[in-house]
């Protein structure tokens, strides 16, 4: 893959310069392929943030919802968990990315004692294992719900 986007031109009315060319190889795993370029964008926007989008209580642990918030002295202000919520919206994105091009499972096998058959198979903990993938499948939720919300 080969991606060369130039920057936004001053004069408006002209094309920004694009260039992406996709190798077959790029799609045969397409998420892990994606998910290096997504991860250090996602670390960059958290890094130089200036604002935050708003957040769904739902989406977030009890302790950055809105109700746990002192009760706004304006209509128009922001509760005092709205950056709170979505720096942590950023970092279970960015731990997504991350983890996906890890190899996450292996902390979850364990080895067969003895030769390997197809009856001596090894140990998984598919408990430990569900819980990381949950996470993974969130994070990957939230990068979608939040889309349009990643800008600076």
């Known amino acids: 893959m080969k991606v060369n986007i130039g920057k936004y031109p001053k004069d408006m ?3 920004r310069k694009i260039s992406v060319v ?6 045969w795993s397409m998420d892990s ?11 960059q926007l958290k890094d130089q943030k200036t604002g935050a989008s708003y957040v ?3 989406d977030v642990p009890e302790e950055y919802r809105s109700t746990s918030s002192p009760p706004k002295k304006e209509e128009w202000d922001v509760d005092d968990n709205w950056f709170n919520r979505w720096d942590w919206i ?6 997504a990315f991350e ?7 292996k902390e979850f096998y ?3 004692a003895g030769e390997w058959s197809v009856e001596n198979l090894g140990e998984i903990d598919m408990e430990g294992r569900k819980k990381v993938q949950d996470r993974l499948t969130n994070g990957f ?10 800008w600076d």
């Open 56 to 58: 769904d209580d739902e």
């Open 99 to 105: 983890t996906i091009n890890t190899d996450w499972e």
């Open 90 to 95: 950023m970092d279970e994105m960015i731990w």
């Open 13 to 15: 009315t002209k094309d």
């Open 141 to 150: 939720r939230l990068f979608g719900k939040y889309y349009q919300s990643l």
């Open 110 to 112: 364990t080895p067969p």
């Open 22 to 27: 996709i190798e077959p190889h790029d799609t």
């Open 33 to 43: 392929t994606l998910a290096y370029i997504i991860h250090p964008m996602l670390v």
